[in-house]
C-alpha cells in the first residue's frame, strides 16, 4: 500500500518546514535512512510549493487579463 502523503500545507508553512529539513541534511548527523526519508518529504514540499507558486501565478494572469484596458500601476507598499 503506498503511502499517504501528509495534508498539503500553506506555501509559508512548507517553505518553513523545508528550510529545516535542509538544515537538518546539512548537518551531515542523520542516519542514511532518515537522511533518505529527510530528502523525500524535501521534495515533496518543494513540489507543492512550486505548484502552489503557479496557481498564484495563474491567478494573477487572470486577474491582470479580465481587463485589458485597465492602467497598471507601479505597485508602492505601505511600509515605505
Given amino acids: 500500500m503506498p503511502k499517504k502523503s501528509p495534508p498539503a500545507a500553506s506555501f509559508e508553512t512548507a517553505l518553513g518546514e523545508l528550510e529545516q529539513i535542509v538544515n537538518r541534511l546539512e548537518t551531515g548527523e542523520l542516519p542514511l535512512e532518515d537522511a533518505l526519508n ?42 515605505a
Wanted: without cysteine; charged residues 25%.
Fill in 38 to 79: 529527510e530528502f523525500e518529504r524535501g521534495i515533496q514540499l518543494a513540489r507543492q510549493g512550486q505548484q502552489q507558486l503557479q496557481q498564484a501565478e495563474q491567478r494573477v494572469q487572470i486577474l491582470l487579463n479580465s481587463d485589458p484596458d485597465a492602467p497598471l500601476v507601479p505597485f508602492t507598499s505601505d511600509d
